[in-house]
């Protein structure tokens, strides 16, 4: 079977999904922007936008017109494998960056499967949902006009896939029974629980193993989006309270989401700022950005992992967490509720109240062993629901299946 994958970033999402077709002997064909290592298998065709955005184009539709430039982009390099005599028997696109928006015009007999993973929303989601960060009047319409491809590219596929049931709900009701829920899926068999771990910290001379006190704490980013205000408002109660706690921070000083900080500094520094007369750093190191597997090595010395987030995609680090049987205290929103039940896999607490987090990660500090079952359910939850090889991988291999069996000649 010829499958063709777009994503300007591949393989993004379509990692493990391009190996698993691969292995089974199927032709895979990628389209994409980045001039990211090629994986083993796969005839990566790039492309590139030929023109920036419109000057002095309306703020609202800057983002749209960018998509429209990267659709065609994408448009013309599907246009170039079809005159060389290519036809897929399927088209994957995450769709997110404009990339789907005219595929269809040069097969359209050819199902459509895109990858949808946010619905913008003026209210209710994450905007409107942190009242230290003030919506801008102007959001509301920005957020709508970033719909206009969201839209186009519902209307158009012939199916889709959200990773949670949750981001599923973000869109709109009447397209919502195109999507089906399959997560891109957690390497269990790789992240596992592992006693001996040990990872040493090199300005201080310091060795860290599973059994101390560690407090984890990951993003790609440190930004409000995913709670670092609300975590680093948490420390010095937990340091006060617990001497022997080290907390290891992972995470970039860019920005993923939402606003941007004030001029000249980060929201890691703005926000320890307020903290750091009460802060001791003997027993705190932000580590940047790490190579996965010492995130992974990370992960199995952690005594307590916390997680925040927004109502808002889904992090791939917690599941991640579950998986290496770390106890999570994540945040009581919706896209965390949908995987972790308080008390059961994990613990939840009120993303806006340092004092509540603090609490929650003293008391998992004080009795370890009282949390030792809600570890091995966390573990349980991730290999019944998101393990790759046997739970998303195949469903992801029989929905392209599915859908590459109704062709239209």
């Not at 050819?110 to 949808?116: A, E, M, R, S, V």
């Not at 771990?197 to 201080?204: A, C, D, G």
């Not at 599973?210 to 975590?231: K, Q």
């Amino acid at each position: 079977m010829k499958i063709l994958l777009i994503h300007q970033n591949f393989p993004g999402q379509y990692k493990h999904i391009a190996a698993a077709l691969v292995a089974r002997g199927d032709e895979v064909t990628a389209l994409c922007i980045e001039d990211n290592p090629v994986l083993a298998g796969v005839r990566v065709v790039r492309y590139g936008p030929k023109r920036g955005n419109t000057p002095k184009i309306h703020p609202w539709v800057q983002e749209t017109e960018t998509k429209v430039i990267r659709g065609e982009a994408c448009f013309r390099a599907a246009r170039q494998l079809q005159v060389q005599g290519y036809r897929p028997d399927i088209i994957c696109a995450h769709p997110g960056w404009g990339e789907a928006l005219f595929v269809k015009e040069v097969w359209p007999q050819i199902p459509l499967l895109n990858y949808f993973e946010f619905y913008y929303h003026a209210h209710g989601a994450d905007v409107g949902f942190d009242p230290e960060f003030p919506e801008n009047p102007d959001e509301a319409p920005r957020l709508l006009a970033k719909n206009f491809a969201n839209l186009m590219n519902l209307e158009q596929c012939d199916a889709g896939v959200s990773p949670t049931a949750w981001q599923k709900s973000t869109h709109p009701v009447s397209f919502q029974h195109k999507i089906r829920v399959i997560h891109e899926g957690v390497n269990t068999a790789a992240i596992t629980p592992k006693t001996d771990t040990q990872i040493t910290l090199r300005e201080k001379a310091r060795v860290l193993r599973a059994g101390d006190e560690i407090v984890t704490f990951v993003n790609r980013n440190l930004e409000p989006y995913r709670g670092y205000h609300s975590f680093i408002r948490a420390l010095p109660e937990i340091q006060r309270r617990r001497p022997k706690a080290h907390i290891l921070i992972v995470g970039g000083d860019g920005v993923s989401y939402g606003s941007r900080p004030a001029q000249g500094t980060t929201y890691r520094e703005q926000f320890l700022n307020e903290v750091r007369s009460d802060i001791d750093f003997q027993r705190l190191d932000f580590v940047g950005t790490i190579p996965y597997p010492a995130f992974i090595g990370l992960l199995q010395i952690s005594a307590v992992h916390v997680y925040l987030t927004y109502p808002f995609v889904l992090s791939w680090s917690m599941l991640e967490a579950m998986s290496a049987g770390c106890l999570v205290v994540g945040s009581r929103t919706a896209p965390v509720e949908e995987v972790i039940r308080h008390g059961d896999n994990g613990l939840l607490v009120d993303f806006f109240s340092p004092q509540q987090i603090a609490e929650q990660v003293v008391q998992t500090l004080e009795l370890p062993g009282d949390f030792a079952l809600l570890r091995q359910r966390a573990r349980q939850t991730i290999i019944d629901r998101y393990d790759l090889k046997r739970i998303c991988l195949p469903q992801h291999l029989a929905y392209i299946d599915e859908l590459a069996g109704q062709v239209t000649i």
